[in-house]
């Protein structure tokens, strides 16, 4: 029993981490061409590790991000294979409403904490509405990724 789910949390994380990462692509993609800021991450590593000014760090900033979104997919997708549900209809409705609620948290937890305490930062309020939906973004495709079916081909009944 025990291999069971530790076979079904690795899977899940697995899937997680894919999810994850085709999330931050569609977040990055929504969120650049109204925002048009590199993301948090960029700060972070001028402010903690490489010094100077944010934008001499455009690539390690998105690989940062793009770390950071499987990292978070992962832990999302291990988490909700421990959950068990009535019937598969409830597991996707359970799942995408977990995925958006996470996403916002993600989202609650960058701007009050990434930015307020560790950049030292506080987006404007235009800027902060972008932010949540980018995370919204992240976290109905997390979602709706982890319901999808593993096999490729005809997918209309």
Known sequence: MATSIGRR??????RGVVG???ATTLMTLYRFPVFRALPPTAD???KYVGGGDPE???GTGLLLHFLYGGAAGGLFG???SLLEFRSERHR??????LSLVYGLALSVLGTRFIFRYLLDEEL????ALTFHVGHAVFGLTLGTWMNSKERSGEVYE
């Open 20 to 22: 994850g990462l085709i």
């Open 56 to 58: 001499a760090y455009p």
């Open 124 to 127: 404007e309020p235009a800027e």
């Open 9 to 14: 949390v690795l899977h899940g994380g697995v």
């Open 44 to 46: 972070f590593w001028a």
């Open 92 to 97: 996707h409705l359970a799942t995408i409403g």
């Open 78 to 80: 291990a988490g909700v």
